[in-house]
Nanobody
């Protein structure tokens, strides 16, 4: 059974930083396509960042230059470093793994507010 567990969310002031982590548990044969989505209240889920082989990255236009996705294959971890946070970044952030199907974490809340 594959499980994803996010951590690192919280409340931060505008301009601040947070680092989200996603740990993969269970037996998987590929971590080639992983990333982060987010969903704000009343909005649809949107792709924030994605990392594929060989460490190719994609970002939503709204976070380019501020967010960085990275991975640690040995520990089966994916990270999202978020800098210069804005109130519009407030959302529940979900980690995903695409391996024959999509696997999702339970989400972690990020709130950017003064």
């Amino acid at each position: 059974q594959v499980r994803l567990l996010e951590s690192g969310g919280g409340l931060v002031q505008p301009g601040g930083s947070l680092r989200l982590s996603c740990a993969v548990f269970g037996s998987v044969q590929s971590l080639d396509d992983m990333g982060w989505y987010r969903q704000a209240p009343g909005e649809s889920r949107e792709l924030v960042a994605r990392i594929t082989r060989p460490d190719h990255t994609d970002y939503a236009d709204s976070v380019k230059g501020r967010f960085t996705i990275s991975r640690d294959d040995a520990r089966k971890l994916v990270f999202l470093q978020m800098n210069s946070l804005k109130p519009d970044d407030t959302a529940v952030y979900y980690c995903y793994l695409k391996w024959s199907r999509y696997y999702w974490g339970q989400g972690t809340q990020v709130t950017v507010s003064s």
